[in-house]
């Protein structure tokens, strides 16, 4: 019986000294795991934090849940005190406890009025580094809502916005390849559809409209790219980024016998057979 207890009794200490939190554990602390630290350098850190009473324990819980390798970087807010498994476990499974920026990117931003967005709220992102790794990604940044923590930067951005791409346009690909046009092709008539639209029930017209000027070799004439006024055919390349219902509409346009639109100042909109109907929508319509 005394052997039980004197089991049980040491049980309790080592629970106590190794598991337990530190008595001064700093409830609402927020610590960063940075990137490249090792198992070491970052039980050392926890410890120096009152994060984990023993550096061993920790570094043994880690390496049961899958090894150093597995360590995930990142700031972690610890609003409560933790035994030492569940910080380990938190820290292999990226649990970081933060609640993340959300940062809404229009349609039709293009990439400097997206790199604006994020410099406004990710502390690490640069945007002149954004703007050159995106030199050649006009049109393919997916517009949407993103969530990201303030240690993220401009890579974190670029793979989340890329992958979202991806993920929205790769559904459509049959159909593109159905279309007649390059994948290339819809993109750039997608964002002079969004940058010409006024909402969803004109972007399908306007395709059909700009499409039918490609295909007769009138110039396009929008006024989001105004290269479009000087020559014939689609611009070089993008003028900004599409959202999905533009990348459709580009992909499927609503054919029509109009040549000419144009908008009120309430965006309401007008469309003519012929230079002389839109025209007489000029003087009526735009006063």
Not at 26 to 31: E, F, K, R, W, Y
Request: proline fraction near 5%.
């Amino acid at each position: 019986m005394k052997i039980k207890q004197t089991i049980l009794i040491i049980c309790i200490v080592i629970s106590f000294f190794f598991l337990n939190a530190p008595v001064d554990f700093p409830i609402g602390t927020i610590v960063e795991i940075e990137q490249g630290m090792g198992l070491r350098s970052v039980s050392l850190k926890l410890k120096n934090e009152n994060i984990i009473r023993s550096r061993l324990i920790f570094e043994a819980f880690v390496i049961l849940y899958g090894g150093e390798k597995h360590l995930k970087y990142s700031d972690y807010l610890f609003e409560e005190n933790l035994p030492v498994y569940r910080i380990a476990a938190r820290i292999v499974r990226g649990e970081h406890g933060m609640v993340p920026n959300s940062i809404t990117i229009p349609e039709g931003f293009n990439v400097t009025q997206i790199a604006d967005a994020f410099s406004a709220k990710l502390e690490n992102f640069n945007k002149e580094k954004f703007l050159l790794l995106t030199q050649s990604k006009e049109g393919y940044l997916f517009p949407d809502t993103y969530f990201f923590l303030k240690e993220n930067d401009e890579q974190d951005v670029l793979l989340a916005m890329n992958d979202n791409f991806e993920k929205k346009v790769n559904p459509l690909r049959a159909r593109i390849a159905s279309s007649g046009k390059t994948e290339r092709e819809i993109i750039i008539m997608a964002s002079l559809v969004e940058g010409e639209a006024k909402g969803d029930s004109d972007r399908e017209y306007i395709s059909g409209i700009l499409w039918r000027r490609f295909s007769i070799g009138i110039p396009l004439q929008v006024d989001v790219a105004p290269v479009t006024y000087e020559k014939r055919g689609l611009p070089q390349d993008p003028v900004g980024n599409p959202g999905l219902e533009a990348i459709r509409a580009a992909i499927s346009p609503k054919n029509s016998n109009y040549l000419y639109y144009l908008h009120d100042a309430e965006g309401n909109i007008y469309y003519a057979r012929t230079f002389e109907e839109h025209r007489q929508n000029v003087l009526k319509y735009l006063k």
